[in-house]
Structures are given as C-alpha cells and as structure tokens.
C-alpha cells in the first residue's frame, strides 16, 4: 500500500526503517504530546512488528503508514488511520525536524481522502491533548469542528490525561474538496 501527495509518500514500514522511526520515537520532543513513548529500542522493534501484522490482517482495518518526502525519501514520522464500522480515527507523529512545513497536514488529508474514498466513511475524527497548539491547528486545517473536550479521557504514563476531540462529517469533507 502507497499512497503519493505533492510531497510524500505514504508507505507500509519495514524492518530497515528501524534507525529511522527509533530516531524519532525515542525522541522526548517528539513524544511530549504521545500517550506512548519515548521508546527504547525494543519498544520501537515491538511497533515494527505490531505494524505488519495489522498490514497482513483481512479485512484491514488499522493502517500505520511511514510518511516519507517524495524528493529523497526521507522518513518523517508515521500516520495512521483506524477505521470501525462507518467511523475512522486518524493521527501522526512526526519527527520535530519535520514539524511546521506542513507534513503532518499533507499526510492527514490523504489519509482522510482514502477513509472517505474507499471505506465509505460517514465520520472522521481526531483528538489531541489540550497543550498541542500544533497538532490542534494541523486538524483544524484539515476542516475538522472541535467537538469537545474529554476531561481524564485516558490513562497512560502513570496519569491521565485530557483530549480535545475533533470531526469531519463525508459530507463537510465533499463540500471542501
């Protein structure tokens, strides 16, 4: 599975994108904001391997993509897309150097554009913790309605944490295209 935009390349990750994801998602920066992380390296080996069993499973329904520049291949971070029933959740992690050029934006809308396109969508949502002013704009530019705010919405690293939740509707998405 591949998908190209302007810029990226959406692909399936490999065992030789290792040094490249580890790069990042071992990267406290990059992971102020995650639920998960920063990995060791056997944390990061797990998600590999977690990665390719979803790419082998039938009906897909979990899609965890290397975002890639076109021009040199590069990887960036990665973009998922989740999908039950009628319903998807999308997200992205990129890594800081990449951050603020528009990548995380390029790889979302694409991500939306095969929800919508090919799993015949109704809802996408996106939800992101309320200090990631980025991450927040990036969803906003993709024409996402801020829903609400999920107060101790989920427990990870030992605490819970808040989410701001964000949606597109098939037919919002249409009338922006």
């Keep these: ?5 302007e810029r990226l390349i959406l692909r ?12 990042y998602t071992s990267n406290p920066d990059a992971m102020k904001f995650m639920l998960w992380g920063p990995n060791s390296e056997e944390e990061t080996r797990g998600f590999l391997a977690k990665v390719a ?8 329904t979990g899609y965890e993509l ?13 973009g998922c897309l989740y999908v039950t029933g009628t319903n998807g959740e999308i ?3 990129l890594s800081p150097d990449a951050w603020n050029r528009g990548y995380a934006t390029e790889a979302a809308r694409e991500l939306m554009r095969y929800g919508f396109e090919e799993h015949r969508l109704h809802r996408i949502f996106a939800t992101c913790r309320p200090a ?10 993709l024409g996402m309605q801020r829903e609400g705010h999920l107060r101790e919405y989920l427990y990870a690293k030992g605490r819970y944490h808040d989410s701001l939740l964000f949606s597109i509707l098939e037919e919002e998405w249409r009338a922006g295209q």
């Design 1 to 5: 599975m591949e998908f190209c935009t």
């Design 12 to 23: 399936e990750f490999t065992d030789d994108d290792f040094a490249a994801v580890h790069r």
């Design 53 to 60: 069993a979803l790419a082998a499973e039938e009906p897909r």
């Design 66 to 78: 290397a975002v890639t520049r076109r021009d040199d291949g590069a990887l960036l971070g990665g």
């Design 91 to 93: 997200g992205y992690c």
């Design 132 to 141: 990631n002013a980025g991450s927040a704009r990036v969803i906003e530019k």
